[in-house]
């Protein structure tokens, strides 16, 4: 698989050992450029109305959070998280927690499944007191993060 990811300096030679193993070719693009800056064509849509992204539901009444990552729209898959009984959700919520569904972070945006998983694996190494399984996370290199 070949990615196409931003030049930060020291990071991106980091970023390009943790992911040697995993079988990826990395291209690196500069980051300051008119398109960054300069922004035309369709409206934002509202947060529940966006795909192929990665999510962050936040604890209300603790510092838990939920990351996940998918290429349906928001609003469907948290209507799949408050109906599942039996998810990692789920059990926090029996706890007599509160999950924040309304105030539900957008971290990343990728179309494409492989990079979107990449992103949702870091995104879920980098909390503090995650309630993700963290099965999804075993390939990937503690020092990429």
Partial sequence: ????????????ERFRQC???????LSY?????LRRFIKV???RLDKDSRNNIVYKINCMDCNASYVGQTGRLLKTRLKEHKKNLTSVIAEHRALDHTLDFDGVEILD??????????SEMIHIKRQRNA????N????????CL
């Fill in 29 to 33: 693009t500069g980051i300051n450029n």
């Fill in 136 to 143: 999804d996370t075993l390939k990937l290199n503690a020092s």
């Fill in 41 to 43: 064509g369709k409206d």
């Fill in 109 to 118: 945006e990728e179309a494409f499944l492989g990079r979107r998983l990449i």
């Fill in 19 to 25: 992911v040697r193993d995993l079988d990826v070719k």
């Fill in 131 to 134: 309630l993700n399984l963290q």
């Fill in 1 to 12: 698989s070949y990615f196409n990811v931003p030049y930060v300096k020291n990071f991106s």
